[in-house]
T-cell receptor, first 115, second 111 residues
């Protein structure tokens, strides 16, 4: 069954530490996305990718890097984690080229706490 | 730029009551408007989408309509059930850019 799988599901990190969130999709979609979800802000786009080797900045990229080594995998990297990055992170894959065509398929989320 | 505004942060209804959630948007051209639903502990999933070609969409008893004149779109359901309790997101999609999510409306349906 096609799916988007995120790991880990829960993570506690220390301030200043490096955190890597991983995402794997079996949908064979070109586009992948990383969002964070916070009360009062909804879902905000951090980075996205059109395919292997590509990464693009979304609306809130500061403090985050992304890596897309293959069609299936897309990682979000926090080089120096801060408490303000405590949030729930969602990965998604999309089946269209642009926002008017895309249906997004989300993973179950990663809850990150930075202490 | 492209943006979407969802003013209702939380809605509480009794079972069998009528649901109405409204969003407004700002963009150019001919957008597609989506509604996603997120159940507790899960990621969002597509509920339905509306294009300028049809102005309406329906799924699982929900209906969405789109009014280009007032740049608004809304989600409604005639009779909600407790199982409809979830967060509902309106989403703006347009050609040449990625989708924008509203801030979400948490629906709580009480028996």
């Amino acid at each position: 069954e096609a799916a988007v799988t995120q790991s880990p599901r829960n993570k506690v990190a220390v301030t200043g530490g490096k955190v890597t969130l991983s995402c794997n999709q079996t949908n064979n979609h070109n586009n992948m996305y990383w969002y964070r979800q916070d009360t009062g802000h909804g879902l905000r786009l951090i980075h996205y990718s059109y395919g292997a080797g590509s990464t693009e900045k979304g609306d809130i990229p500061d403090g985050y890097k992304a890596s897309r080594p293959s069609q299936e995998n897309f990682s979000l990297i926090l080089e120096l984690a801060t408490p303000s990055q405590t949030s729930v992170y969602f990965c998604a894959s999309g089946d269209g080229s642009w926002g008017d065509q895309n249906t997004l398929y989300f993973g179950a989320g990663t809850r990150l706490s930075v202490l | 730029g492209n943006s979407v505004t969802q003013m209702q942060g939380q809605v509480t209804l009794s079972e069998e009551e009528f649901l109405f959630i409204n969003c407004t948007y700002s963009t150019t051209g001919y957008p597609t408007l989506f509604w996603y639903v997120q159940y507790p502990g899960e990621g969002p999933q597509l509920l339905l989408k509306v294009t300028t070609a049809n102005n309406k969409g329906s799924s699982r008893g929900f209906e969405a309509t789109y009014d280009k004149g007032t740049t608004s779109f809304h989600l409604q359901k005639a009779s909600v059930q407790e199982s409809d309790s979830a967060v509902y997101y309106c989403v703006l999609g347009n050609s040449g850019t990625y989708q924008r999510f509203g801030t979400g409306t948490k629906l709580q349906v009480v028996p």
